[in-house]
C-alpha cells in the first residue's frame, strides 16, 4: 500500500497509482532477493572459511606428518653416513693390512720368477747388462713390481739387479709405466 504522500508524489509525477504500486512491489522484491543472495552469501562464505579452515588444518598437520618423516629420513641419512664412515675405516684398515701381508708375501725372487716366466728371459739376462728389448722390458717389470709390491728402496732393487745406480732403477720404473700407459693400461704411480 502507498503511504499517502507517496500517492501524491505519484500523482505529481504523473505516474499511475497501480503503476508505482507494482514498481514498489517489485523494488520490495529486488530488495528481498538481494538480501537472500547476500545472507545466501554469507552463509557460502561461512562455509567456504570453514573449508579454508579444515583445510588449512588438514595442511598442518600434513605438513606436521612430513616434517616427521623428514626428521626421521635425516636421522637415517646421519645413521648411514656414521655407518658408512665406520666402514670405511675396516676397508682402509683392512686394504692397508691387504697390502702389507702382499708385500710380505711376494718377494724379489717372486717377481723375477714371474718376470723370467712372462718374458721367457733368463735370470743372469735380466740381472746382466745385455739391452735387447725383452730383456729390457722384463728389467723394468721387475723394478717396477719390486719397488710397488715390497719395501725395498730404489738403491737395494738396483743392487740386485746387478750393482745397478739408484737413477737407473727410478727410471726403469718410469719407462714401466709409460709403455704399459701406451699399451692402454694404466698403473698407478708409485710413492
Given at each position: 500500500?502507498?503511504v499517502e504522500?507517496e500517492?501524491?508524489?505519484a500523482?505529481?509525477?504523473g505516474?499511475?497509482?497501480?503503476?508505482a504500486?507494482?514498481?514498489?512491489?517489485?523494488?520490495?522484491?529486488?530488495a528481498?532477493?538481494?538480501?537472500q543472495a547476500?545472507a545466501?552469501?554469507a552463509?557460502?562464505a561461512?562455509?567456504d572459511?570453514?573449508?579454508?579452515?579444515?583445510?588449512?588444518i588438514e595442511?598442518?598437520?600434513?605438513?606436521?606428518a612430513m616434517e616427521?618423516r623428514v626428521a626421521g629420513?635425516?636421522n637415517?641419512?646421519a645413521?648411514?653416513?656414521?655407518?658408512?664412515?665406520?666402514?670405511r675405516?675396516?676397508?682402509q684398515?683392512?686394504?692397508?693390512?691387504?697390502i702389507?701381508?702382499?708385500?710380505?708375501?711376494?718377494?724379489?725372487?717372486?717377481i723375477?720368477?714371474?718376470a723370467?716366466?712372462?718374458f721367457?728371459?733368463?735370470?743372469?739376462?735380466?740381472?746382466?747388462?745385455g739391452?735387447?728389448?725383452?730383456?729390457?722390458?722384463?728389467?723394468?717389470f721387475?723394478?717396477?713390481?719390486?719397488?710397488?709390491l715390497?719395501d725395498m728402496?730404489?738403491?737395494?732393487i738396483g743392487?740386485?739387479?746387478?750393482?745397478?745406480d739408484?737413477?737407473s732403477?727410478?727410471h726403469g720404473?718410469s719407462?714401466w709405466v709409460?709403455?704399459?700407459?701406451?699399451?692402454?693400461r694404466?698403473?698407478r704411480p708409485?710413492r
Amino acid at each position: 500500500m502507498l503511504v499517502e504522500n507517496e500517492k501524491d508524489w505519484a500523482k505529481y509525477r504523473g505516474l499511475s497509482p497501480v503503476f508505482a504500486e507494482q514498481a514498489r512491489a517489485k523494488r520490495a522484491e529486488v530488495a528481498k532477493a538481494e538480501r537472500q543472495a547476500r545472507a545466501e552469501a554469507a552463509k557460502q562464505a561461512k562455509v567456504d572459511m570453514e573449508k579454508a579452515r579444515m583445510s588449512e588444518i588438514e595442511r598442518d598437520r600434513a605438513l606436521a606428518a612430513m616434517e616427521v618423516r623428514v626428521a626421521g629420513l635425516e636421522n637415517a641419512v646421519a645413521s648411514l653416513k656414521q655407518e658408512s664412515a665406520i666402514h670405511r675405516a675396516l676397508i682402509q684398515s683392512d686394504r692397508e693390512q691387504f697390502i702389507a701381508a702382499r708385500r710380505r708375501r711376494t718377494t724379489f725372487s717372486v717377481i723375477m720368477r714371474r718376470a723370467t716366466l712372462t718374458f721367457d728371459v733368463r735370470k743372469s739376462e735380466i740381472i746382466g747388462s745385455g739391452r735387447n728389448a725383452r730383456v729390457v722390458l722384463a728389467r723394468q717389470f721387475v723394478m717396477y713390481w719390486s719397488r710397488r709390491l715390497t719395501d725395498m728402496s730404489y738403491p737395494h732393487i738396483g743392487r740386485l739387479l746387478g750393482n745397478r745406480d739408484h737413477t737407473s732403477v727410478i727410471h726403469g720404473v718410469s719407462a714401466w709405466v709409460a709403455k704399459r700407459a701406451g699399451q692402454g693400461r694404466g698403473l698407478r704411480p708409485l710413492r
